[in-house]
């Protein structure tokens, strides 16, 4: 990948004693997409609100589409469109009137409302006021409010935090949709499943630091375990049965499953990103 | 600072208005409040100013005074019936015009004349009068009138109507509720949403927010305070003075609600602390409803300058240099709240920009 869109130096930021951004340092090239994954309160949204200009940096530089953010955030926050975790739209006003009116604060003088309601799934719901909207169509509506500049970058933070299936699987088409595009997607969430299924890449951070960056695929092989499972009878009922995949022993292994053992059900099983975490911090995504 | 968004955000602030409780409140209340005042105290439908006259000549005037649209005039034999009717009530006030008094005006002459004034009349009333009679005067002579009129009251003149006592505190609540109120509770509306974290997301920044909601309670404010003032008509003679005076006073309670905005932590707080301290604000109101309060004390509280020059203009017919001295000290205290409110503001900003 050749330019970035997202150099973090150093990057540090405290409230009082706690360092919530640990002198991290990442880079996210133009058009990747970048999953932050991390528990509750490991830094990702300080990290965040600082690379969308909300937070000015305590220590470090962030640059994002080559201006560093501290100095030139109004011009960048022309350029990237952002979707909060928490939901504030302007619940008296429709649809239309929310996006139109984030449409004109970004001077944009052509705007189609309808066709953006339409890619996250809310055609018809233009002029309905936002407060009678449930969740999942107030989420689906933050998303396609930051995409109303046709942003460069595309900051998400939970996106699909607490949403049914469906507002979830729609978000998700819009942020590949996006990266087809050619923006580049920042993604915050603590959805291990999530970053798997659409992350270029993911960084784990744990108490305000980086602790691990790779593919996920990467992650999977330098951490992970592969086994294979099996479900075989015994006295009248079941038993499992874990066979590590890459053992000298494991033919042999295999071998003698198969032929001492009557096999009921047999599959292999990766490690999950959430192992992963666990493995690498001793802590879960959930804490 | 970018206007055009600060007009986009103003725009929002005006469209999102009728759906807001607040808004609606500081449009009727005081418009409310000053029709109540005036049905109790019986001046919503009372006939104009009326003045009596005795002419001991035949001047001109009394043909102008009854051509009129401002007063109402009724003529009088004598000064003794005349003085009668104005002790009474009859007419709000009375002029005697001396024999040849046409004459004497248009030689330039220095003429007394002097206007008999009901006790008990409205203050705007006796403004009408007075300023009538001397524009009357004006294009009678063609020039500036050599003539002085000396007022003399007649009837209790302790017995202050309760319309003009209660003025002060209409024209307060339509320009400090709307002043205070519709910026302060937006701004808290907006933090408590978390609608202003989407806002300074994108090149606004959380100044032009503030400008567009500080706009929003000069404009708001400044409008009521006119309507209030038509409603009592009293808007005539100095419209521009007034409107001046309601522009500085609507910056006064903008700068105050978003001061306070800016510090409380939500909305409960906001409405606490103005119910609190909203009594300072509307002080000076209470020294002119109780003439025999010492008057002085009025002064301490900043809001004094701004209904003290609307009385001035509206009641007592003073212009430019009778106001001036405490129009300069509202615009002395609009730049302190200011520059109050931008240290508060650069100190408590979360924001970047």
Known sequence: ?287 | MNLRRVGVLLSKELFMGPKNFIFIFVLVAPIAISLVVSLVFGTLFADQATLGIVDEGNSQLVTLVEQSPSVASREYYDVSQLKEAVAEGAVDGGIVLPPDFDGSILLGERTVIPIYIWGESLAKNRTILTVTVMNLMRELSGQEPPVEIETVTLGDQESIPWNDRLFPLVVLIAVVIAGVMLPGTSILHEKEKKTVDALVATPTTIGEVFLAKGLLGVIIGMVMGIVILLLNQTLGSQPGLLIMVMFLGSIMATGIGMLVSSIVKDTTSFFATTKLFGILLYAPAFFYMFPELPQWIGKVFPTYYIVEPILQISQRGGGWPEIAANVFILIGLNIILVALMAFTLSKKRQYAV
């Not at chain 1, 340092?25 to 997409?33: L, N, P, R, T, Y």
């Not at chain 1, 022309?78 to 928490?86: A, P, S």
């Not at chain 1, 008296?92 to 890619?119: I, K, P, T």
Request: proline residues 3%.
């Open chain 1, 1 to 287: 990948m050749g330019n970035y869109s997202i150099v973090a130096e150093d990057l540090t930021y405290w409230y009082g004693d706690l360092v919530a951004v640990d002198h991290i340092s990442f880079h996210v090239a133009d058009g990747e997409i970048l999953g932050f994954l991390g528990p509750n309160g490991a830094g990702k949204s300080t990290a965040w609100k600082m690379l969308t200009g909300q937070l000015k940096p305590k220590g470090g530089r962030a640059t994002v589409l080559g201006r560093d953010i501290a100095e030139d955030s109004q011009k960048v926050q022309g350029e990237i469109g952002v979707c909060f975790e928490y939901t504030n739209l302007y619940e008296q006003m429709s649809a239309s009137e929310n996006l139109r009116l984030f449409a004109r604060l970004f001077g944009v003088r052509r705007f189609d409302d309808e066709a953006l309601l339409r890619r996250v799934g809310l055609e018809g719901w233009g002029k309905h006021r936002v407060e009678e909207f449930s969740k999942g169509m107030k989420q689906r509506l933050m998303v396609a409010r930051s995409l109303v500049n046709q942003p460069k970058i595309l900051f998400l933070d939970e996106p699909t935090s607490g949403l049914d299936p469906v507002s979830a699987e729609a978000i998700r088409t819009v942020i590949l949709e996006e990266r087809e595009r050619g923006a580049t997607i920042f993604l915050t969430t603590h959805d291990m499943m999530e970053a798997d299924k659409i992350s270029d890449r993911v960084a784990f951070i744990d108490q305000g630091k980086i602790v691990a960056l790779d593919t996920p695929h990467n992650l999977k092989q330098t951490y992970g375990k592969r086994a294979l499972k099996a479900e075989v009878a015994a006295d009248g009922g079941l038993e499992n049965i874990e066979i590590p995949l890459d053992m000298d022993e494991t033919p042999d292994a295999v071998r003698e499953l198969f032929s001492q053992k009557k096999v009921i059900t047999i599959h292999s099983e990766e490690a999950t990103l959430e192992d992963i975490f666990i493995r690498i911090t001793g802590r879960g995504l959930q804490a």
